[in-house]
């Protein structure tokens, strides 16, 4: 028996090891950004997806064609009038709601950029995907994109009516790929979606946060309650109110648009990660270092920023946009950033620099 006992532990340890690693898989709801978060960093933009795999979070992302049919990272209209060749350049519109210093240089890139990005960097993400053109040929272009990747477990598409759900799973690899119905803030339309008739077709439906939808009674509890018990998951939009969220903790997602806010609320008690823009890993660089930083901040809660070389501190920043002018000796070097956020500490994913 007392091999078997010892076995009997050190399977419990491993399953406790699982759960550990696991953690921010388990996390109930589930964090996804908003536009990628657009008031904590630019909408739709590269660097907002590099925030967010660093904080292992999801993604919602807006999809736009350009004039020549290339799928675009775009929730506003300028893609549909120009070409990729004039936009591949073009810098983002910024929100107001974030220090946009961190992020010069974001400009408009390809759902293909992204896709590759993800492929590369082996990033544990959900992907809920948004076309502003909800047309056969450009929904099959997408999911196309997404097969291709072999990202279809872990994607979603939203559209806004049932006609789009069944247009939707006539399309090649349609019928593999999640469904979630946009209700805005209109019970009925939550109704339709979740009626007997409808339910099994699709995976969730989301909403737009209130506290009485519409003023017809019917309140983001009972709405989440109506839903759950159809079999049905749930997202809310706008969920930025932490004694609203707290009323709310089984819905499946929440939608964040500052996820510095959200991730610090009690059910999750967790910091934002900084994450090192430039230079990239392996750069052969001269011995003057411009090292740049993005994180997330929207309520000014970051007190410093230290930079790290082997270990060794090499400077700090107390101000946006947390960069650091480093003069290097030859040799190669760990490099990683840490932040200092309501009394914790965070450190960023280190990067390996080559000084010639």
Known sequence: MRPLKIINKIALFIIALIVYCNSYAQ????????????????????????????????????????????????????????????????????????????????????????????????????????????????????????????????????????????????????????????????????????????????DGVGMYFQYNYNKTGYTARNMLDTIHQAGVKFALVYMDDEEAFEKLTDMDFVYAEKPDLVMGFPAFKRIPKPVIKTPVSIDKISHTVQLKTMVWDTDSSITRLEFYANGEKIGEDTSVPYNLEWRADTGQYSILVRSYDKGKIIDSDSITLNIR
């Open 27 to 202: 996390e109930k709801p589930i964090i996804v950004t908003h536009a990628m978060g657009f008031l904590a960093s630019p909408g739709n933009s590269m660097e907002a997806l590099k925030l967010n795999i660093a904080n292992h979070l999801n993604v919602d992302i807006d999809l736009r064609p350009s004039k020549d049919g290339e799928l675009i990272l775009s929730h506003d209209e300028v893609s549909d009038r120009n070409y990729w060749g004039d936009l591949e350049n073009t810098p983002l519109k910024m929100s107001d709601g974030f220090n946009k210093e961190q992020f010069l240089g974001a400009t408009y890139k390809r759902f293909d950029d992204m896709l590759d990005y993800i492929v590369e960097h082996k990033a544990d993400i959900l992907m809920h995907v948004e076309l502003k053109d909800h047309t056969a040929e450009l929904t099959q272009k997408a999911i196309d994109k997404i097969y291709a990747h072999n990202l279809i477990d872990k994607s979603a598409l939203w559209v806004l009516n049932m006609d789009e759900v069944d247009m939707v799973r006539k399309l090649n690899h349609g019928k593999e790929i999640k469904i979630y119905v946009w209700c805005d803030v209109y019970p009925d339309r939550v109704f339709e979606a979740i009626s007997s008739e409808n339910r099994t077709k699709i």
